[in-house]
């Protein structure tokens, strides 16, 4: 029978199927944070158990840190409490972890890809639902709860049926100003923030293709904002010169053996997905969200939808302080936020710094560009963005989670706008009361430099019309 | 953890569409280290206006009471913070009933002793309806026999058959796994990639 590269990798990581019942499930890798692995730590330190295969865990501290001043010791008592527990925990078992203050230390989605720990062909689990970053290397890579992750400290193994399989083509070239970030949410905006739910799903098909790793981590990082279980995409060329530059991915005689095993992992040609969806990449403008889920977007030239039955729009609206068929387009945001496991790589910060140089930032907009890693940021010195963004008016913070989820020092206000590269507008995501407009690097940065929401210089040139139209 | 089979009781109507995770427990709660005590901040951000009790939210409305939710489509999305789970529990749900729910959601509750029952949109809104037009209308839930009724209505839902095992006779999925790891190491040493 012909498979997809998801069967393929689901059949290679069962250990056994137990009959009307779920798979014993293998994990060769499972990175783990400060927030959601302490109850993990205790329930197995109960149990009186040891990990059972700690050569295989990675672990960082990265939501609850701060931004600024990373060498001074960290203010929120709770958030110091769950990090020292994390150094504790990995301490006592062993466990590869990377710290504030170490030169490796960030987001655990943009480090572990980065530092080679992430491999075509693994599955990878994380107690935090971005793990389906990693899928961007051809990985079945899925977030987790904090039960699973004591499971799998126990076991390296998970209890799971086999989710159904989708499918996404996207075929073409993209629009100029047109960035990876738009690409998924135009396919979160079409499927819906549930559309996906039950599924894995792989993304296929020449854009795809085209596309850098870093671009294939901020696809493949929002796959959950449609439901999906994961997203993978079926590694290349691309995949494994990116693998041969990592500080700790194989090298040599070992690489271009792996190399030979990772180019068979592929979906055969006549393979069958419960689903399937095709876009043409042409049809892709720049997107941003006007609501408070991932689903809730809409290309920057459209209005917002206006559905008078719609109670969870009107809710939404509500919410957002924004009004059924208004335009976007020259809306007076409050702060702009660069950064999180979606798009704070050392591309997007380029993107960010290559349209700014020679801008000044709005005077009445706080702008936050946050780096991934230690890595990113040293790589962003290395280029001179950070002095960049400085002559800019921007300040280049220090790397973390930061203003994505609110649980650290850099919290939106309430009732203000912040337009953000990162993965969520729920309500009160980035703060309590706190707007957020979800969208690329490019057209966060643009919204900094004109202080509302507006479109990169090469889209305004190819809409000019349709803009003045709508501005007017 | 705790047994469940049947659940009698009234419901709380929540009949909103794609319920977060962020939203059952705001990310500023999840700096605890333990899995106790979630259940007084559970939608926190919905039910209080600062620290007054937000009247219009239907956890501070004295109509409605018992351990059923009653919840709208793909309930849970987002993050997979259990404790969105735990503080379901924690308040004193025991089931949750939607017409969807997230898949990440959806494992969390049933390792935590919480029952998730999906059943037609139709069923959901008559079952809904129902509750805010009588506030005492009795909900019965059968896990043993996958079903869910009020009225003169019944509803046979889907449960995974090996997480209903678990669920009735309040075994945790980890005890399977530590009984494996023998063909575990097997497995390990049996790869060839």
Known sequence: MKKTLFDKLWDMHVVKTFDNGPSVFYIDRHYIHEVTSPQAFKGLEDKGLEVFRPNQIIATADHNVPTLNQELPIKDPLSATQVSMLTDNCNKHGIKYYPLGSEYQGIVHVIGPELGFT???????????????????????????????????ASQCLLLSKPKRMRIKVDGKLKQGVLSKDVILHIIAKLGTGGATGYFVEYAGTTFEAMSMEERMTVCNMSIEMGARGGLI????????????????????????????????????????????????????????????????????DQIPSDSQDNELAKSLNYMGLKPGESLLGKSVDYV???????????????????????????????????????????????????????????????????????????????????????????????????????????????????????????????????????? | MEKINKIQSSGVPLPIEHVDTDQIIPARFLKSTSKEGFGENLFRDWRYNGS??????????????????????????????????????????????????????????????????????????????????????????????????????????????????????????????????????????????
């Open chain 1, 119 to 153: 491999l075509p062909g693994m599955t990878i689990v994380c107690g935090d639902s971005h793990t389906s970053t990693h899928g961007a290397f051809g990985c079945i890579a899925f977030g987790i709860g904090t039960s699973q992750v004591e499971q799998v400290l």
């Open chain 1, 234 to 301: 079926a590694p290349d060329q691309t995949t494994f010169d990116y693998i041969a530059s990592t500080l700790y991915g194989p090298k040599g005689a070992e690489l271009e053996d792996k190399v030979k095993h990772w180019s068979s992992l592929k979906t055969d040609s006549d393979a069958v997905f419960d689903k399937e969806i095709h876009i043409e990449a042409a049809t892709i403008e720049p997107m941003i969200t006007y609501g408070t889920n991932p689903g809730m977007g809409i290309n920057i030239f």
């Open chain 1, 337 to 472: 936020f660069i950064g999180s496991c979606t798009n704070s790589r050392i591309e997007d910060l380029r993107i960010a710094a290559e349209y700014v140089k020679g801008k000044q930032k709005a005077a009445d907009v706080t702008c936050w560009i946050v780096p991934g890693s230690k890595l990113v940021e040293k790589q962003a010195i290395a280029e001179g963005l950070d002095k960049i963004f400085q002559e800019a008016g921007i300040k280049m913070r220090q790397p973390g989670c930061s203003a994505c989820l609110a649980m650290n020092d850099d919290k939106i206000p309430e009732g203000k706008l912040c337009i953000s590269t990162s993965n969520r507008n729920f309500e009160g995501r980035q703060g309590q009361g706190a707007r957020t407009i979800l969208a690329s690097p490019l057209t966060a940065i643009a919204a900094a430099v004109h202080g509302k929401i507006w479109t990169a210089d090469a889209a305004i040139e190819r809409n000019q019309s349709k803009i003045e139209s709508q501005s007017r």
């Open chain 2, 52 to 193: 007054n009790a937000n009247p219009d939210f239907v956890l501070n409305d004295s109509k409605y009471s018992g351990n059923i939710l009653v919840a709208g489509h793909n309930f849970g999305c987002g993050s997979s913070r259990e404790h969105a789970a735990w503080a379901i529990h924690d308040y004193g749900f025991r089931a949750v009933v939607s017409s969807e729910f997230a898949d990440i959601f959806k494992g969390n509750a049933m390792n935590n002793g919480l029952l998730p029952i999906e059943v037609s949109s139709a069923f959901l809104q008559e079952l809904t309806e129902a509750i805010i037009t009588n506030p005492s209308t009795s909900i019965s839930i059968s896990l043993e026999d996958q079903t869910i009724a009020f009225d003169d209505k019944d509803y046979q839902f889907d449960i995974d058959g090996f997480k209903k095992k678990c669920l009735l006779e309040g075994k945790v999925e980890f005890d399977y796994l530590i009984d494996m790891r023998d063909t575990i190491k097997e497995y390990e040493q049996n790869r060839t990639f």
